[in-house]
């Protein structure tokens, strides 16, 4: 594979990563301050977005250069989580901020992941396709369960705060 593959390989996996242990964290903050039902809705409601988005957004996604698509998609996301931390920072109220975070999140990952699918086409030969998009696959799987494992730990050590800036972290290295 190539170098440039390679590269495009590891930021995805650190955005999915990252992205995932959030997704953790919030439905623990979530299930802390709201019923059980609420957190039920609330994952019904994200499974909702990524099916809408999916269904609508994907085919629109192929028209743009899938580059500069998914290196937008991690400005935007870095964006989201400094927005976040500043205003979970000036505010006692949480929960709103991160459910924000949550639906700008779910967006991004489709409108990244589509793109990366994209874009795997120009770092790739013909030939390396089918393996190239395995490796794309593996990592949506693998990067999704260890970030849900990570989260899970970090939320009995650490502040959302300190989680939302670790995320920030890996989308900064994944965007560089």
Do not use: K
Not at 65 to 78: D, E, G, K, P
Not at 83 to 102: A, E, K, Q, R
Not at 136 to 153: K, V
């Amino acid at each position: 594979m190539s170098r440039a593959f390679r590269f495009m390989y590891v930021s995805d996996l650190l955005s999915t990563v990252g992205t995932s242990f959030v997704y953790i964290a919030i439905y623990w903050l979530s299930a802390e301050q709201i019923s059980a039902s609420g957190v039920a809705l609330l994952a019904t409601g994200v499974f909702l977005i990524r099916f809408l988005v999916s269904t609508f957004v994907g085919p629109w996604i192929d028209r743009f250069v899938s580059a500069s698509l998914y290196q937008t998609s991690l400005l935007i996301r870095l964006l989201a989580l400094g927005i976040t931390l500043v205003g979970i920072g000036l505010t006692d109220v949480v929960l709103p901020w991160l459910l924000c975070l949550l639906v700008v999140q779910t967006i991004l990952q489709i409108v990244g992941g589509n793109a990366v699918f994209t874009w795997v086409v120009d770092l790739v030969e013909d030939d390396q396709l089918p393996q190239a998009n395995a490796y794309l696959a593996t990592i949506e799987r693998i990067g999704t369960l260890s970030g849900f494992l990570l989260g899970g730990m970090m939320v009995a050590h650490f502040s959302i705060a300190s989680i939302l800036w670790l995320d920030l972290g890996l989308h900064l290295v994944a965007w560089l």
